[in-house]
Nanobody
Framework: QVQLVESGGGLVQPGGSLRLSCAAS????????MGWYRQAPGKQRELVAA???????NYADSVKGRFTISRDNAKNTVYLQMNSLKPEDTAVYYC????????????????WGQGTQVTVSS
């Protein structure tokens, strides 16, 4: 069984910081791209940041300069460091990963975490 488990959400004041983590586990042969999305109440899910297995990262314009995505391939984990948080960053944050599963050929499949709530409020 393959799963992505997120942690690190919570309540923070404007201007504060949080670090989200997402660990993939199970029969994983390799991981291609990993990323973070978010969904605020009444809004569509949107890309926050993505990091491929090699190459440059990608950020939404609204978080550039404030958020940093990184990954630890040895731990099958992706991180999102969020600084200078604003109330408009309040949302449920979801991680995803494109996984090649052991015994299922070379195609990759996108898996999602369960989501973690981030609330920015004074």
């Amino acid at each position: 069984q393959v799963q992505l488990v997120e942690s690190g959400g919570g309540l923070v004041q404007p201007g504060g910081s949080l670090r989200l983590s997402c660990a993939a586990s199970g029969s994983i042969f390799s991981i291609n791209a990993m990323g973070w999305y978010r969904q605020a109440p009444g809004k569509q899910r949107e890309l926050v940041a993505a990091i491929p297995s090699g190459g440059s990262t990608n950020y939404a314009d609204s978080v550039k300069g404030r958020f940093t995505i990184s990954r630890d391939n040895a731990k099958n984990t992706v991180y999102l460091q969020m600084n200078s948080l604003k109330p408009e960053d309040t949302a449920v944050y979801y991680c995803n990963a494109d996984l090649v599963i052991t015994g299922f050929g070379w195609a990759s499949y996108r898996y999602w975490g369960q989501g973690t709530q981030v609330t920015v409020s004074s």
